[in-house]
């Protein structure tokens, strides 16, 4: 099958614990998508939380991806190693006047409604020990998904100035994900719905640094029965690597994609091809989440 040049899509663990079935459906939606439009599928490991990862995880996740055949193209991308970039990125917005100072806890934040009110914008005294903001536009950013479609957020009022560069030094995902997904010329980003409301900032920080957007796709996240997103902060179980078929069915069973009888008695290799050869998605529900026993 040869790559389609303009189609590159990309799956981004965090390597905080081992993959389960909400990663696994990340995964195998950005695979399906970018294999049935002949493209590139890129792995890259968002490994800026050391505290967080331990240090099998990553290598965990790799030997999960092969056991269910999703292979990646090319060497994977650990954000890591990309530091120097997130710093360039930052002195353009500086350069720009857009980046301030702000000690502001999560609970104050929390007190005045959950959205920052722009209150350290002005401050004359820098704090210090303190996170960096960008400064947002007084203006709605709209975008048509290709699974939730129209979607729009006016930033100042739903948003807020948010923080890119934190207290504790580390680079915030807004700022890595977008510097990354330009070096990489991610051209779509295929993920999970709880994402969706990420997908404003990280547009105008595209257009503050001049970078392209790509094409989105926000498919329902997987939730357990306290409508928890699954994940290794909530105890999702780790995949079974020895037997990633029924799992791999029931990802695909999740993502409304069609099935046949004879799939459960096939192999990896064949699901998949199947799998890509009937990818449709436009079948992929359109709901923010579903509760995973819905699927058992």
């Known amino acids: 099958m040869k790559p389609k040049a303009d189609y590159i899509g990309r799956f981004a663990p965090s390597p905080s614990g081992p993959l389960h079935f909400g990663s696994l459906i990340a995964a195998l939606a950005s695979f399906l998508d970018a294999r049935a439009n ?20 990553a290598g965990q996740i790799l030997e999960a991806l092969e ?71 007084d203006r709605t950013i709209q975008f048509v998904d290709a699974i939730q479609g129209s979607t729009q957020q006016h930033l100042l009022r ?18 890595a994900v977008v510097v990354d997904d330009a070096f990489q010329n991610i051209s779509w980003v295929v993920r999970g719905s709880d994402l969706l409301d990420s997908t404003p900032r990280q547009i105008f920080l595209q257009q503050c640094l001049g970078l392209a957007t790509p094409h989105y796709a926000h ?19 780790p995949l079974d690597h020895t037997t990633p078929l029924p799992a791999l069915l029931r990802a695909l069973s999740f993502l409304g994609q069609p099935m046949s009888e004879a799939l459960a008695e096939g192999d990896i290799a064949s699901v998949l091809q199947w799998a890509i050869a009937h990818w449709d998605i436009q079948a992929v529900p359109k709901l923010a989440n579903i509760r995973l026993a819905s699927i058992d």
């Open 219 to 237: 498919f329902p996240v997987a939730v357990n029965e306290d409508k928890q997103k699954l994940s290794k902060q909530h105890f999702a179980a």
């Open 67 to 137: 056991a269910f055949g999703l292979h990646w193209d090319g060497p994977v991308l650990y954000q890591s190693s990309r530091l120097a970039a997130y710093r360039d990125a930052l002195h353009q917005l500086q350069q720009q006047g857009l980046i301030y100072a702000c000690d502001c806890t999560r609970q104050q934040i929390q007190a005045f409604g959950g959205v920052y009110d722009n209150r350290c914008r002005n401050r004359k005294d820098v704090p210090q020990d303190c996170a960096l903001r960008v400064r947002v536009a």
């Open 158 to 175: 739903e948003c807020g100035d948010f923080v890119l560069l934190r207290k504790d030094g580390l680079f915030a995902y807004q700022l």
């Open 38 to 57: 002949h493209g590139q599928w890129l792995l890259r490991m968002e490994d800026l939380d050391p505290g967080r990862e331990p240090p099998q995880a």
